[in-house]
């Protein structure tokens, strides 16, 4: 099971941008995928997160600025970043439960991470 976040980059404070998460493998079945990050000298962070049956959880600092949509039949889960701050930049995870081909219960995986850079 392989995950691959794009779609980071640099933008200005205010701007927007759209992270993608692919998961691919073999994979009966993906529960929980989300967003996490993390800022130089912090600790890694839950921005957002969604179930398979559309249940989200977001992190209260992007709370009427980010949603999580999802494609179950693609395995992609995205991150649309609004109203995007200087504070937002960090390198973005993406993240998942994965049930692959093999395995009797759901796994967790991470992706390599794709950096967001928000300029004032």
């Known amino acids: 099971v392989q995950l691959q976040a794009s779609g980071g980059g640099l933008v200005q404070a205010g701007g927007s941008l759209r992270l993608s998460c692919v998961v691919s493998g073999s994979i009966v079945r993906i529960n929980v995928m989300g967003w996490y990050r993390q800022a130089p000298g912090k600790q890694r962070e839950l921005v957002a997160a969604?179930?398979?049956?559309?249940?989200?959880n977001y992190a209260d600092f992007v709370k009427g600025r980010f949603t999580i949509p999802r494609d179950n039949a693609l395995n992609t889960v995205y991150l649309q970043m609004n109203s995007l701050k200087p504070e937002d930049t960090a390198v973005y995870y993406c993240n998942a439960d994965v049930w692959a081909y093999g395995r009797s219960n759901y796994s967790n995986y991470w992706g390599q991470g794709t950096e967001v850079t928000v300029s004032s």
């Open positions: 969604r179930t398979r049956s559309g249940i989200i």
